[in-house]
Each structure stands twice: as C-alpha cells, then as structure tokens.
C-alpha cells in the first residue's frame, strides 16, 4: 500500500507562498516578522498537525498498518487474541546465617484472598527485575494451612518456588542475579537463585499475530488442515507440531482419525498444553473423525565425533564448542526430522579452532542418519556427546 501524501511545515508554508504569488502576479516579497507571513505559517502548523491525525486514522482503520494495542483492538472484534507473554519462575534459596531458634514463615502470594495478596519479594540489585514467592506444594517446605514456606528449627535455609510479577523475557534471570529480598522478612538473611530463570517468555509480536489471523480466518467454518494447524497454533505455549491424517497413534493406517503431535521446544510438553490442543481440535474436526492430540516422544541420542584442532586453539575449550554445536543441531530438529551424519559434521567444521572432521561420526554407536518416525523427534544432554582428537 502506498502511504498518503504528505508535506512538511516548509512544503505547507511554501504552497501558500506560491498560490499568493500566483494570484498577485509577482513573487512578494515578505520581510522578518512580516503579519502575512506569519499567519501563514501558523496555518501551516495547524495543517502539519491536521495531517497527523489523518495519518493515524489512516493507520489504525486497517489491520495491515495497525500495531500494538490498535491491532489487537481491531482483531477482538472477530473474537481473536493475541497468546501473551508468561511468567517466568523458578526456585531461589532463603538463608539465614545461623540456624533458626523457632519457626520462620515465609509467606506466598494469596491471588484468591480479597484483597489478594503479594508474596515476600526478592529482587536484583536495585529492584529492576522483581519476582514475589508463590504456592509450590511440591516443595518439601511448603505449608498450606500457612500458605507459605517454613524455616524449621536447626535448619539454616530452604529452597521456594517464586515467579516474576511481569511477564516476559526481560524478566529471565542469570544465576546468582536474584540476590535482595525486597519485603521486610525476619529470621532470614539472604537470598538467591542458584540457577537461571529463563522461561519468561514475550507476548506475540504483530507479525505472528498477523499470519495467525490470516489462518483464523481462512480456516472459519471448515474441517480443513488449515483449520486444523490453527487451531494448534493458536495454543499458547506450542512451538511445533505434526498433524499425520488417515493414520493411529500405533502409527498404523487408520482412516478417519489423525494425529496432532506438539512439542513446546522442550520434548517434554506437559499433559495441560495436550488438553489444551485435544480441546482445540474437538472444535474444528469434521463429525465422525477422530482427532488426537499427544506429546512428541523423545528419540535418546548419543554422539560420537572426532575432529581435529588447531594447535593455536585450546583443545579441551573447542571440543566444549564441538559439543554444544551438535547438541544444538540435534536438538533443533523438528517432530520427525532426520537427524544426519552430515549435519553434525557441518556444525562442527563451523566451530572455531576445528581443522576437520574424521570419517566415522556415529549415533547411537553407528555411523549412519537416524530416522525417527512421525510422532518423535531427536534429543541429546551434552553429556552423551563425545568428542574425541585425532
């Protein structure tokens, strides 16, 4: 779309200069602080302004130039929204420099409470980044009837659940970075985080907004398989998926039902995000077909690759790099990819400080592709990734 026509405040003000000129007969000429002139110009300032406002009713009246809080106005009117951002959480250590004489609460959040209430907040350094303490039954120290965690006499610290008052990745944080507790908090000392937080994640961007609409609307009223991806991928939290049709979960021909399988970037999605998609699907499938949701399963993978270093390069530090890179070209692999021989070696040629790669890579103790099926994909921890030197 081109966009409208526009001047500035000098184009505006040269305008009215020319069409005067043009009704007199003659070019004026207009001295410094000339009335005239200055009338002009305050016209051109009320034109440059009247201009802007068009521009942004021009912006807003139309999905493709809208962004933001205007794109998502302008989408809910078909009942479509934008997957937002999540919460990051994870655990943090309380402490106290001497073992506890007597019980210390450390209260939790309250959201059902009227008024809710906050939990005990730790902090950066500073307060930029603040995550309050939360419910967490699973945590040996977590106590109900309190709704917080308890210190027991004799003990010196304990391990809580918290979660980031805002969503988002700015909220992720590195080892050691939740170091201040924000809330007044007696028997306790200190605090921290003994592992990174990063599973704070962004709200949807307008581009993916936007692509994701397109799908919605196109996919209205049809049983088709782009009515099918949609519904999936309008599930917060899905990162990739595979729909098999005419096919069981055995992997077995089965006409009339198919299969959705989802991952969300973890091979591990939990059961929640399943029933979630399984919800999804029961609303778009044509009647008599069956439609199931489940988890990717996990192919274990072990690694062998042996390259050769520049002797200008610490080895022990590049095979780390060899390491990480075929860790991350396996584990970047979508549901049902090949994972190839060539592709480890390629990712690690492209390590600095790697010269080449003997003949001879294998996984899982051979040296050929593996091949996964439609409902899995491949996954290696770093540790089953052997690098060795020749």
């Known amino acids: ?30 001295q410094e602080g000339d009335a005239f002139y200055a009338l002009m110009e305050t016209v051109s300032a009320q034109l440059v302004f009247i201009q802007a406002q068009i521009q942004l009713v021009n912006d807003i009246a139309r999905a493709q130039t809208s962004s933001g809080a205007d794109l998502d106005t302008f989408y809910a009117q078909f009942g479509f929204y934008r997957i937002g951002g999540t919460l990051a959480s994870g655990q943090v250590t309380f402490a106290s420099f001497s073992p506890a004489t007597s019980s210390v609460l450390i209260p939790a959040s309250n959201p059902a409470a009227m008024p809710p209430t ?8 500073g307060g930029a980044i603040q995550y309050q ?35 988002g990745s700015a909220y992720n944080v590195t080892t050691g970075q939740l170091s201040q507790i924000g809330t007044s908090l007696a028997g306790i000392d200190t605090v921290t985080n003994a592992a990174a937080i990063t599973n704070g994640t962004d709200a949807e961007p307008d581009a993916t907004f936007r692509v994701r609409f397109v799908l919605f609307i196109n996919s209205l009223s049809k049983a088709t398989y782009g009515a ?3 519904a999936v991928f309008g599930i917060a939290g899905v ?47 044509g009647f008599t077909i069956l439609a199931v949701a489940q988890a990717v399963t996990q192919t274990s993978v072990t690694e062998l690759i042996t390259v050769r270093t520049d002797p200008s390069f610490t080895q022990s530090v590049v095979n780390a790099a060899v390491q990480v890179a075929l860790q991350t070209a396996t584990n970047s692999l979508g549901i049902g990819a090949i994972l190839y021989i060539s592709a480890l070696e390629q990712a690690a040629m492209s390590v600095p ?10 996984i899982n103790g051979t040296n050929a592709d593996l091949t996964v099926n439609q409902f899995k994909r491949a996954f290696v921890p770093i540790n089953s990734v052997v690098v060795d030197n020749y």
């Open 133 to 167: 303490v939360v419910a967490d039954p699973t945590q040996p120290t977590w106590n109900a009837s309190q709704n917080g965690y308890i210190l027991a006499p004799g003990q010196s610290s304990l391990v809580a659940t918290v979660q980031a008052l805002l969503p």
């Open 353 to 362: 400080g790697v010269i080449s790669v003997q003949p001879g890579t294998k």
């Open 239 to 285: 990162s990739s998926a595979a729909i098999v049709e005419n096919v069981n979960v055995g992997g077995y021909a089965q006409p009339g039902e198919f299969i959705a399988t989802i991952d969300n970037g973890t091979g591990v999605p939990p059961a929640s995000l399943v029933t979630a998609v399984q919800n999804a699907l029961e609303t778009v499938r």
């Open 1 to 30: 779309m081109t966009g409208l026509p526009s001047k500035t405040f000098a184009q505006f003000t040269q305008a009215m200069v020319s069409g005067w000129a043009s009704s007199l007969g003659f070019p004026p000429t207009f």
């Open 118 to 125: 906050q939990g005990v907040i730790v902090q950066t350094q």
């Open 228 to 230: 099918i991806t949609s």
